[in-house]
């Protein structure tokens, strides 16, 4: 199809939904593209204005497309279930290229030898856990695709990996990236080719690629808006999705009518998911902790909250029941990133605000840090269960935290429950004198005592 007809059938498509024709310049709104650019890319093939789409104003066509389609259905549609599939599915891909690099680096370079067990301390050959989660990503997508499995076998994959993507790996991502020719291994020298290379380049680790995907996409609607206004809808948004662990349809177009609908639509259908069956009683309803509003688990030893920082602050107690089928829930990358240290986050933040600490802000310039006073007292919360990495972590880089002349790392007290020693040995494995450690209970009297100029 050439580009000015596939243009016209995706308008055609949103006027269908929306039930109203739109002109060229809002479907250009609409889809986040300047009229003057959408207007070169319906010129006739040749002409001089004609100019050909990139990939990415094809992507914010399609996704608005999507988000629409949610909208009208209100509920999580096959587009967006596809996209969500490939993002899975790309994560999976670049992941493989990076491991195969690694694995290639420990055999060819470090001569280690190649063996399918787990990586055990002090080893020196064997596969790490990360590793193993690739695999059976892999090994998923084959499955799901309809092909053979051979990635639950180090040895078959690396030798798949010899080949191209489209004879055993022709998925959603290999198909919509044009990946179909790409070999990870050399055939002849078995060392990674640079289209390896390349699609493993950034890759750290699976939550993190998931985590970043997200953020880039949330960066890339708050930057329709102005400098201001995006950095206090980024607040917004992090604040309802830790309010809302679990989130009725309802709340989602409140969220859309009183921000912006590409934000609310992108949260709903990226940050969200339904709620799984095994939450729900007979009566097909689920319960909801009073404390937090995340879904209340049956285990076999009773009922808990679902979410850690909240079971190890609090009791057991239940808002009431509500339907399932109207709420969804936060995936679990976003519970563990967002949502799960955000609840300590979020009570700092009113604690400060409620005792009458001037100028607070929440994730302040789009996450810079946690909270901010007066623009001049940083502060981190971080719930690493284990000090020594956190020390690691902070002492090569303290990242947002630099911009402020007070810098406070807090620790939930819940982390300390079973480490008494936590705060000691994090000082000591960071080694950062011109930080302060604190518990979170300890913030209000030490930011009331920063603000009189005393020591804390
Ligand atoms: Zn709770």
Redesign the pocket.
């Known amino acids: 199809m050439i580009q000015k007809e596939w243009l016209e059938s995706q308008k055609d498509k949103l006027c269908a939904m929306l039930g109203e024709t739109l002109s060229w310049d809002q479907f250009a709104q609409e889809c986040l593209i300047e009229p003057r650019a959408l207007k070169s890319y319906r010129m006739k093939e040749g002409s001089t204005n004609y100019r050909f789409m990139s990939d990415a104003v094809v992507g914010l066509i399609e996704k608005t497309i999507e988000n629409h389609e949610l909208r009208s259905k209100l509920k999580l549609s096959h587009t967006t279930a596809l996209a969500s599939r490939r993002d899975h599915e790309e994560i999976a891909v670049r992941g493989l290229a990076s491991m195969v690099q690694k694995v290639c680096e420990s055999v060819f370079i470090d001569g280690r030898a190649l063996t399918a067990v787990s990586e055990r301390p002090g080893s020196q050959t064997g596969l790490t856990q990360e590793q193993r989660k690739i695999m059976a990503m892999i090994s998923r997508i084959q499955i799901e695709s309809g092909q053979e499995d051979s990635a639950s076998q180090i040895h078959l994959l690396l030798n798949n990996c010899k080949t191209p993507f489209s004879k055993w790996l022709n998925c959603e991502a290999v198909i919509y990236n044009r990946w179909g020719n790409v070999s990870l291994l050399d055939s002849d020298s078995l060392m990674p080719t640079s289209d390896c290379i390349g699609l493993g380049k950034g890759f750290s680790n699976i939550s993190a690629e998931f985590e970043e995907r997200l953020f880039k996409e949330l960066i890339e609607i708050l930057s329709t808006h102005s400098k201001e206004k995006g950095d206090q809808h980024y607040s917004e948004v992090r604040r309802f999705v830790i309010k809302n662990p679990i989130c009725s349809k309802k709340e989602f177009q409140n969220l859309a009518n009183r921000s912006s609908f590409n934000l609310a639509m992108l949260i709903q259908s990226k940050f969200y998911e339904p709620i799984p069956k095994g939450f729900e009683d007979q009566e097909g309803k689920i319960e909801q902790?009073y404390?937090?509003s995340?879904l209340l688990e049956k285990t076999a030893s009773g009922i808990f909250?679902s979410?850690k920082a909240?079971?190890l602050s609090?009791n057991t107690l239940s808002k009431g029941r509500r339907e399932a089928k109207d709420f969804l829930r936060t995936k679990k990358s976003i519970e563990r990133f967002w949502v799960e240290p955000g609840l300590d986050e979020l009570r700092l933040f009113e604690k400060l605000q409620s005792i009458g600490i001037p100028n607070v802000e929440l994730f302040p310039f789009r996450d810079r840090t946690d909270i901010s006073v007066k623009g001049d007292i940083g502060i981190d919360l971080k719930s690493y269960a284990n000090p020594e990495i956190l020390g690691q972590v902070l002492s090569a880089s303290i990242k947002g935290l630099s911009y402020y002349r007070e810098k406070i790392i807090c620790i939930p007290d819940w982390r300390l429950a079973d480490n008494p020693d936590y705060m000691k040995r994090l000082k000591a494995a960071a080694n950062l004198e011109h930080v302060h450690f604190l518990t979170v209970s300890e913030v209000p009297l030490a930011i009331n005592s920063l603000l009189q100029g005393e020591p804390t």
């Open positions: 902790c404390h937090c995340s909250c979410l909240c079971r609090n």
